[in-house]
């Protein structure tokens, strides 16, 4: 069965906190596998993105960290990976991350992490050194115990249909994926694309590298021209100009949600129906058209409330 998943970020002010806390009643709702929160390298928008990852252990959703490698130092990123495993987070998004805003071309942003790889490799270490074994009852011998490897965390890591903007090849994208898994990582989420066969000639270009880990799709209904130039320019992706022709063409804001929701819905059953094994989506921390794609899409394992309209 085809499952879903989320993406948020940490709240920039009072009032978008209130936002996204009402966002999440609704997303969680649905029992999506899991809800990812983006990661702040500043110390208030690290305890936002922690608070919203203890929020979720509140509730039936697993939550997922991401992490960069953006400035670490060894001891600062394990310090900050043995952060969350104590609050009981055990999945990870690892990514290296981009350079700050305001960088000079070269300069060295990383610390001392200089891949994905490598900090995912930090995340396993961090946490056999934190839970090296477990204790498990035997059944039909009560009292007894016996030892078992400690927990195991789910580390997902970034994929590229289109090629990152940096690779020099697709077989370099590939080459880093394989790495990524070699590492440890267990799952793949995509970076966003507009066309299906775009992620599906990936999955098989991937597969037939020697990638097996699971490649979920990441979607986001672009619902105003606005927003499709934004995601552009932090993609450097290629624009997709027939979505933008109808966005731009669509008379009102109601008519280009329209528009966004049906692209996105068209996407998402086109994907599936290729073999994607859910669909990840990036919801700009609201619900309504996130939830609207996935009911029209039918894979929503309970029905939306008219509250979320």
Same mark, same amino acid.
């Given at each position: 069965m085809a499952t879903y998943s989320f993406e948020m970020y940490p709240p920039r002010s009072a009032a978008s906190e209130l936002d996204l806390?009402?966002? $999440?009643?609704h997303l969680v709702a649905t029992e999506p596998e899991f809800i990812s929160v983006t990661y702040g390298a500043s110390g208030s928008s690290r305890e936002a993105s922690l608070g919203i990852l203890r929020h979720l252990m509140t509730t039936p959703v697993h939550p997922m960290a991401h992490l960069t490698c953006v400035g670490w130092t060894y001891s600062d990123a394990s310090s900050v990976i043995r952060e969350f495993l104590d609050a009981g987070v055990t999945s990870f998004l690892a990514v290296r991350g981009d350079p700050p805003i305001g960088s000079a071309e070269g300069e060295d942003f990383l610390g001392d992490l200089k891949s994905a790889g490598e900090l995912v490799q930090l995340i396993h270490l961090v946490q056999e050194e934190r839970e090296p074994y477990s204790q498990l009852d035997v059944r039909g011998f009560p009292g007894t115990k016996r030892i078992s490897r400690g927990e195991k965390v789910t580390i997902a890591v970034a994929a590229f249909p289109n090629g990152h903007p940096r690779s020099r090849s697709i077989q370099? *994208?590939?080459?880093?994926?394989? @790495?990524?898994? @070699? @590492?440890? %990582?267990?799952? @793949?989420?995509?970076?966003?694309f507009f066309h299906a066969e775009e992620y599906l000639q990936f999955v098989e270009r991937a597969r037939g590298a020697g990638v097996t880990m699971r490649i979920l799709p990441g979607i986001m209904p672009v619902v105003s021209p606005a927003r499709l130039y934004r995601m552009i320019d932090l993609m450097e992706e290629k624009m997709p100009e027939n979505l933008l022709e109808r966005l731009v063409a669509a008379e009102t804001p109601e008519h280009q949600y329209a528009v966004g929701i049906e692209h996105a819905t068209t996407l998402g059953r086109d994907l599936l129906a290729g073999g994607a094994? !859910? $669909? =990840?989506?990036?919801?700009?921390?609201? =619900?309504? %058209?996130? $939830? *609207?794609?996935? *009911? %029209?899409? !039918?894979?929503?394992?309970?029905?939306?409330?008219?509250?979320? %309209?």
């Open positions: 806390y009402e966002t $999440l009643s370099q *994208d590939l080459d880093t994926l394989l @790495a990524k898994q @070699a @590492a440890g %990582a267990n799952l @793949a989420i995509t970076q966003l094994p !859910g $669909l =990840h989506l990036y919801t700009y921390n609201k =619900h309504k %058209a996130v $939830l *609207d794609v996935l *009911d %029209a899409v !039918g894979i929503l394992t309970t029905t939306p409330t008219k509250e979320h %309209a």
